[in-house]
């Protein structure tokens, strides 16, 4: 009875723990509110060999009393588990000469080889003698050459109402802990004048073809241990730094099956 009685306890804990897994979280300082969320799929996946993955994580801002304007994101930080493994051997490169200024059609056309994920950008506009509007756009997300040692991403935003582009580049470094690879960007100067980001999301994901192989931008397995069907993991951390110098962090608990 006593085994049995410890069974059921674990059964019940796994399963408010795969609950909880399945929200995003959201932090609140003041009147500011970050809303954090993300994953990765699919959700089943080897235990021991990685296999193809798309890692998603999607940010919003806003405040619980309607403030105009909102504390300015400056810098974006989001650390995914270690387990990830990225790999871009062979992947085109893109510039940031080659897509800025530029529609998604034409950064398509430009640099489609190097594509390895999309998103959208909301961004609140704020400008001198003019009411504040709302910028939304889709991304498309590049690799770009290394700098420094470390991988670059360039995530090219196009809005149609008014026509506007800019270019966000993304820094991709190895880092120790649990959260392993680190991607990171800073508003460009020129934005801070007017820009104030409302949200954020960003999948990446891409297979392709090097020296007759196939590969995966990201692939990741579901460690979880022998005798166990699934994990319980922690995906993601991220931190948003604002212009009045306020920082807010959030981590995402998720879980996989072992396929």
């Known amino acids: 009875m006593k ?4 069974l059921i306890g674990l059964a019940l804990a796994l399963g408010l723990a795969l609950a909880a897994a399945a929200q995003g979280e959201s932090v609140q300082e003041g009147n500011l509110v970050v809303r ?3 994953g990765i799929s699919p959700h089943a996946l080897p235990r021991s060999e990685v ?3 798309a890692v998603k994580i999607s940010t919003t801002i806003d405040t619980s009393d309607s403030t105009e304007p909102l504390p300015q994101l400056r810098k974006i930080a989001i650390g995914i588990n270690r387990e990830g493994k990225i790999f871009d051997r062979g992947l085109p490169t893109c510039r940031v000469r080659k897509i800025q200024p530029t529609t998604i059609a034409a950064a398509r056309r430009i640099c489609g ?7 959208h950008v909301g961004v609140r506009v704020h400008l001198p003698n003019q009411a504040p509007f709302t910028f939304t756009g889709p991304m498309l997300v590049f690799n770009a050459k290394p700098s420094g040692g470390g991988r670059r991403l360039l995530a090219q935003v196009y809005g149609r109402k008014p026509p506007s582009a800019f270019v966000l580049t993304f820094k991709v470094k190895k880092q120790p802990g649990t959260f392993g690879n680190l991607i990171r960007t800073t508003l460009p100067k020129p934005a801070e004048k007017w ?3 409302t949200h954020f999301d960003m999948t990446l994901r891409r297979i392709y073809t090097y020296r007759g192989r196939r590969h995966s ?3 990741a397995s579901c460690p979880a241990p022998e005798g166990f069907p699934g994990a319980v993991y922690s995906f993601a951390r991220g931190k948003f730094t ?7 962090s959030s981590t995402l608990v998720r879980d996989c099956k072992v396929r």
Request: positive net charge; glycine residues 20%.
């Open 36 to 38: 954090f969320d993300g």
């Open 51 to 53: 296999a193809p993955v």
């Open 3 to 6: 085994a049995a009685r410890l």
């Open 195 to 197: 820009a104030y980001v």
């Open 217 to 219: 931008y990201i692939s």
């Open 242 to 248: 604002f212009g009045n110098g306020r920082a807010m």
């Open 113 to 119: 080889g190097a594509i390895v994920g999309k998103g």
